[in-house]
């Protein structure tokens, strides 16, 4: 059956009645199961670090600001002595500094970055020191005062928690992958009480795939965290609610494109503000250990006009959330904590993006509430912290669901999706990279958020495979084959055996191996070595396979042909397929891309053509109107 062409680029109708029983929707080895009921302690392993690193947070912040040693949760800005919020940043920056040139440089950033290199380049391997610094690190970076949440750190050790539970056991790369993300969704859900947004970040941040093998784990993580968090942090919501009514103003749906927009704008003014400060950083004529007690002074600057800036910052969230925020804390909030927040991370300290965002975006959400009609008080907040996640993150699905998560406020689920989804494409259309991925390209890797299915996967080897033309017998002589090849060439007409390039060697009716053209043409005529012995053995697929799947047997025995069989107890040798085949089936998902057709016309037209190629040849159809572009890269 052949394959449908450029001008046709539709695959065939399928054969009615047949049923292909070996493919399904998805591909589910056993091991799955043993995989999954893995990431059960794992998730509960990742709850209590996550609960652990809380705990420890209060409790520096309580040793820094107040002098007391208690684990109950506290902000900075209640200190009676002022001078410690210029004091403690400063030497939080220093102790972060010694830690991570003396104990390991992972534990500068973010996380997230550090997460994703790990499962990129390192085999979803987390070494030790890393699992235990980076909370630690964090905990200090917050607890003198950073303007940080505790997220990112918690990814990557809850990830590190999989990790290192993974290496003591023999399971696949891909394997240790899921059970990475698994503990670092385990931590995200005991952290916020979100489990179904830990698990969406997972997918569009850390999986890089969606796959029954690494859903399964991570959901189970996930589930049991938030399981074992109840009895230890509690099950309300993390934030007050806004109060959302069930009825709406048609005008507010339209001002919630406004709000996506502006929270569009702050999310490109903030990813830019960190890597400008980043670059500015490394300028410095001194070595990068002392980068973030630079950033602590700057934090300390900025706590001085507005302490409420400093720390996670949960009370200050919620005031916003609820409406109770007063003009000065907003457009505090909204100026200093951006700056402060966006400058101090480009020095290399350790603390998460995701707490930071929820403030700026219900700062930049309070602010339009003192503009836009009230809807309900802290409602403007809600939809702007969605806004604000969806485009810093471009996850809107994990902003949108993180916000219904720490409220519970359903009625505005629509506005966030209005709102989040501006905000996203504006961040998709304007920025390149986003907060969590600009560090990755700056370290020469590329990483793209773009998920489909492989076009290979929906195509059959049917549709693709050739005929075979001329077939060998074991007992023939490589000089008899020879012969035949080079008449051939002689006789003008190379096309009919030479073309083929892989030749099937049969004894009797069975297939006993396969000789290349490059053997045959450069074989001497008087050879008597027989096929039989020559041959290597045949790398076979059958007409109902996925070209994914040859495609994969290729790669997997480094060979650019593959015959053909049925699946007969006597299999037959039926067609070949080569590599330059494939590729030919890649043109057809690139066609699909770029060609831009009009079928339907309100009026009847006259039948034309008109083809518009960029490098190219034209692809003229007589049945439609057509242009072929090429989409920029």
């Given amino acids: 059956m052949p394959f449908p062409s450029a001008a046709h680029p539709h ?8 049923k292909i029983p070996h493919l399904g929707d998805f591909h589910v080895p056993p091991r799955v ?9 794992i998730g509960a392993a990742a709850a209590l670090v996550a609960v652990a690193l809380l705990k420890l947070i209060a409790l520096f912040t309580n040793l820094c600001f107040y002098g007391r040693f208690a684990f109950s949760t506290t902000a900075p800005h209640g200190t009676p002595h002022r001078w410690l919020l210029v004091v403690m940043p400063i030497v939080g920056g220093l102790v972060i500094g010694v830690m991570a040139r003396y104990g390991s440089e992972k534990i500068r950033g973010h996380g997230m970055p550090e997460a994703i290199e790990s499962i990129l380049i390192g085999g979803s391997r987390v070494q030790p020191r890393v699992a235990a610094l980076k909370p630690l690190s964090a905990a200090i970076s917050i607890g003198t005062g950073g303007p940080f949440g505790a997220e990112g750190p918690i990814i990557m050790t809850g990830g590190a928690v999989g990790s290192l539970i993974s290496q003591h056991l023999r399971v696949t790369t891909d394997e240790r992958k899921a059970l990475l993300v698994a503990g670092s969704a385990a931590g995200m859900a005991a952290t916020f009480n979100a489990p179904l947004a830990a698990i969406l970040l997972a997918v569009e941040l850390l999986l890089f795939e969606w796959r029954p093998r690494s859903y399964l784990p991570v959901a189970v993580a996930a589930a049991t965290a938030t399981l074992v968090r109840g009895p230890l942090l509690g099950t309300a919501p993390l934030f007050g609610g806004a109060h959302v009514p069930a009825h709406l103003p048609t005008s507010a749906y339209g001002l919630c494109v406004v709000a996506g927009l502006a929270a569009g704008l702050l999310a490109l003014g903030a990813t830019s503000l960190v890597y400008l400060s980043e670059d500015l950083f490394a300028k410095l004529p001194f070595h990068w250990m002392w980068w973030p007690a630079i950033g602590g002074a700057i934090i300390g600057v900025g706590g001085l006009f507005e302490p409420r800036a400093l720390g996670v910052g949960y009370d200050v969230i919620d005031q916003l959330l609820t409406g109770r925020a007063t003009t000065g804390l907003i457009i505090g909030i909204l100026v200093v904590k951006t700056l402060i927040w966006g400058l101090s991370l480009g ?11 929820f403030m700026i975006g219900g700062a930049l959400g309070a602010a339009e509430g003192l503009v836009f009609p009230q809807v309900s008080p802290g409602f403007w907040a809600l939809v702007s912290l969605a806004g604000v996640l ?4 471009r996850s809107p699905l994990t902003g949108i669901v993180f916000c219904l998560e720490l409220t519970h406020e359903m009625n505005a689920l629509i506005p966030m999706v209005i709102t989040a989804s501006a905000a996203y494409l504006l961040s998709v259309i304007a920025l390149k990279r986003s907060v969590l991925t600009e560090k990755l390209a700056r370290r020469g890797m590329h990483l793209t958020r773009e998920y489909s299915v492989d076009p290979l996967e929906v195509h059959l080897v049917r549709q693709l495979e050739t005929p075979i033309r001329l077939t060998f017998r074991a007992g023939q002589t490589l000089g008899e084959a020879a012969a035949l090849l080079h008449s051939a060439y002689a006789a003008g007409d190379p ?7 892989l ?12 000789v290349t053209r490059h053997q045959l043409v450069h074989g001497d005529d008087d050879d008597t070595t027989t096929l039989g012995d020559l041959a290597r053995p045949a790398v076979t697929a059958h007409d109902d396979e996925t070209l994914r799947t040859l495609a994969n047997r290729m790669a997997e025995h480094d060979i650019t042909r593959i015959l053909v069989v049925s699946r007969d107890q006597q299999p037959r040798v039926e067609g070949l397929v080569s590599l330059r085949q494939l590729l030919h089936a890649r043109r057809v998902d690139i066609h699909e891309e770029q060609h831009v057709q009009r079928h339907l016309y309100l009026r009847p037209r006259r039948r034309s053509s008109l083809v518009v190629a960029s490098g190219g040849a034209a692809l003229p159809h007589p049945e439609e109107d057509q242009v072929t572009v090429t989409a920029p890269n």
Avoid at 495 to 501: E, G, M, N, S
């Fill in 11 to 18: 695959p065939p109708a399928p054969r009615h009645g047949v």
């Fill in 33 to 41: 199961a043993a995989i999954t009921v893995l990431a059960i302690p």
């Fill in 347 to 357: 020095s290399g300290t350790s603390g998460g993006v995701l707490a930071p965002m």
């Fill in 390 to 393: 969806g485009g810093v993150m």
């Fill in 495 to 501: 096309d009919k055996v030479l073309a083929q390039r």
């Fill in 503 to 514: 030749y099937p060697v049969l004894d009797g009716d069975t297939l006993s191996g396969v």
